[in-house]
């Protein structure tokens, strides 16, 4: 029994032995496989954009009464943004279905069929590879319900009207009814959306003559509908057509360097140059958006739109008759009711009726009367108590300069009225110092305001003037024949300025260096391209695009003198009302926004120089004129095909061929 059971363990032995020598090698061997598919050199990527194997129904189809459409591809692929990305035209009123599912995308159109309609949907760069990302590029799937497939295309671009800023995302679309209303009455017949870089491409177009709109379409009804929306109009009309052409394509072999240059010859559509400027409406339709009491001496109201008559106030827990001193801005959508008495002031809730003007749901303006309690930010008993340990604050360092026989005050000390003096850095003859009191003042004694100029050491009085700022009760502007290269003294006597408070100011001095010739230059632009007659503003920018200073054309040349060194930018806008902003348009009225340019090129101003540059303000499109350098919108960075088998076989010393997927022996070229 004993030796059976030896026998067996012997066996047993044997047994485990050859099983080990039978997985060493095959484990060696799924190590070493495990290796080197974790290698760079495990073998050659999957460099390859999916491609379509087939359609249904198929690609160009006519006749064509279904709905659904699959398109399969030969791996598995994924779908980006589609709801942003893929347009179908005719344009859909009810949004369809879209989604992939493995190797096939599927789209689903909700809306019934047009008859005799070339039905295109375009995917632009949405599909790629599922496993490598690799971009189809840009596909589009087209079929058509009647007996022929419309195969034109338009493109152009769509730009702000007020900056050129390319616009992404703003939906573009034809109309074959050239009537005005259409805009407004009738769903766009073949839509596109913009890119990055403001470019749209309209497919799929039948022969005609057509108008080209833009418009951010909030409600999606495809149709200028709201005031608020973004849009653009143009009564010019195309044809739309094409022409055999030839374009260069540039082969690579790797990243740095060009396998070939050939000529490819393609289809031309014609027009690829339409421009569109888009704009949105001044706000007519007026309401109070909020009424709010941030600081405790102010209250103000917002409406979304000025209105000449200003709101009548009924004070319900306090005397409203001279409670207010009112400002406004320029628009008067804006309106800050400063709280003449303290008493009011330390008031926690003002609870009042406001009449004012409103726009009713007609469209028309009407009197509406709210009542309205208004709750300052920071309680009365708050702000008492951050006030008291400010004074408790104070006492305690009064008293310790007190316990060290230092100089120090018994009576806490009122605060004096601080205005906003801003003097330029760089001060140059055609500036201006502005000041800006914290509150409406009651007395503004200018008389007390004097600026002295140095000559030779020596100190001289020189005529200057404060004024306030038109339209505005706070803002105030101090005026002078600054001389250049010359040092002053911009001084305030104390209690030149009272506010409705009775805080008075202190006494304020300030030196103020001007720059001399020898640090300025000058610029001048020699205009062209539009009549001498109209009211051209030219602004000069720095080098980010921030407005420096303006002056208006004259007789074809604007100048811009004391300008200091620097890069910088120039545009012009065509000033029609002459009220020293620009202007947007207005669709009902058939009014278009005036008109911008942009110089396209950097303008470098030396000292001590005077430059000279000739400008046409129209020979160059619209497009292309706005620097780059300065463009807020850039484009989205382009999908590529990865390219990583020519950097593999380079370190193998082979040569790839991406077109023709040949690996070859031959040594690649250094």
């Not at 009464?65 to 699959?70: D, G, H, L, R, V």
């Amino acid at each position: 029994m004993l030796k059976r059971d030896r026998n067996r363990d012997r066996m047993r032995m044997l047994v485990m032995a050859g099983v080990f020598s039978y997985l060493l090698p095959l484990t060696s061997y799924l190590f070493t496989s495990c290796a080197k598919m974790g290698s760079p050199d495990g073998g050659w990527f999957d460099d390859d954009p999916p491609k379509v194997v087939r359609c249904e129904p198929a690609d160009q189809s006519v006749n064509v009464t279904q709905k659904k459409i699959t398109i399969y591809f030969d791996e598995f692929i994924k779908l980006e943004d589609a709801t942003n990305k893929v347009i179908i035209s005719p344009p859909q009123l009810e949004m369809a279905e879209i989604k992939d599912a493995g190797k096939k995308v599927v789209v689903e159109l909700q809306d019934s069929l047009k008859p005799n309609t070339t039905y295109t949907i375009d995917f632009s760069d949405a599909i790629s590879d599922n496993n490598e990302g690799n971009p189809l590029g840009s596909y589009a799937y087209t079929f058509s319900t009647g007996e022929k497939i419309d195969t034109f295309e338009v493109a152009g671009y769509v730009l702000d009207a007020s900056n050129l800023e390319p616009i992404k995302g703003i939906m573009v679309g034809l109309y074959d009814d050239l009537a005005d209303s259409a805009f407004k009455t009738k769903p766009m017949l073949r839509v596109a959306r913009t890119d990055s870089r403001g470019h749209f491409v309209v497919k799929g177009v039948a022969p005609g003559t057509y108008r080209a709109y833009a418009l951010q379409d909030m409600d999606n009804d495809f149709k200028f509908g709201q005031r608020a929306e973004m849009l653009a109009f143009s009564h010019d009309t195309f044809e739309p057509s094409s022409k055999p052409d030839t374009r260069i394509d540039t082969i690579w072999r790797d990243s740095l360097h060009i396998d070939a240059m050939r000529p490819v010859p393609y289809t031309h559509f014609l027009p690829d140059d339409i421009v569109l400027k888009a704009f949105t409406h001044e706000q007519t339709d007026r309401y109070l958006v909020k009424t709010e009491r941030v600081d405790a001496e102010k209250m103000t109201m917002c409406f979304t739109y000025g209105h000449p008559e200003l709101p009548i106030i009924k004070g319900l827990n306090f005397e409203a008759d001279s409670a207010f001193v009112i400002e406004t801005g320029e628009k008067q959508d804006t309106i800050h009711y400063w709280l003449r008495d303290t008493a009011l002031v330390n008031q926690d809730t003002l609870r009042m009726e406001v009449t004012y003007m409103m726009t009713d749901t007609l469209g028309n303006l009407v009197s509406q009367t709210d009542t309205l309690e208004v709750l300052a930010k920071t309680p009365y008993e708050k702000r008492m108590k951050e006030k008291a340990k400010e004074i408790e604050k104070w006492e305690k360092e009064q008293e310790k300069k007190r316990k060290r026989d230092q100089p120090y005050d018994s009576i806490y000390p009122v605060k004096p009225l601080m205005p906003k003096i801003t003097i330029p850095s760089a001060m140059t003859p055609d500036e201006k110092v502005t000041v800006e009191m914290p509150t409406p003042l009651v007395r503004c004694d200018t008389s007390a305001v004097h600026l002295y100029s140095q000559i030779d050491s020596l100190w001289y009085e020189a005529a200057c003037e404060m004024k306030p700022v038109p339209g505005t009760i706070r803002q105030f502007e101090i005026t002078a024949d600054w001389r250049v290269d010359t040092e002053y003294s911009l001084e305030i006597d104390s209690a030149a300025f009272e506010d409705i408070y009775g805080l008075v100011s202190d006494i304020y001095k300030q030196g103020i260096k001007t720059k001399s010739l020898d640090d300025l230059g000058t610029l001048m632009m020699k205009i062209s391209g539009v009549s001498d007659t109209l009211p051209l503003r030219v602004q000069l920018l720095n080098k980010s695009g921030a407005f420096v200073k303006d002056v208006m054309a004259s007789k074809g040349v604007a100048k811009f003198n004391y300008v200091m060194p620097g890069q910088y930018y120039i545009c012009a806008f065509i000033d029609r009302n002459g009220n020293g902003v620009w202007d947007t348009g207005n669709y009902d009225q058939d009014l278009q926004p005036e008109e911008v340019y942009y110089y396209s090129k950097e303008v470098e101003c030396k000292e001590k120089w005077d430059i000279t540059q000739s400008w046409n303000l129209t020979a160059t499109p619209l497009y292309q004129q706005k620097p780059q350098a300065i463009t807020k919108q850039k484009p989205d960075a382009q999908k590529k095909l990865k390219n990583r088998n020519a950097e593999r076989a380079k370190k193998l010393g082979i040569v790839y061929n991406r077109d023709k997927n040949v690996k070859s022996d031959k040594k690649a070229n250094k």
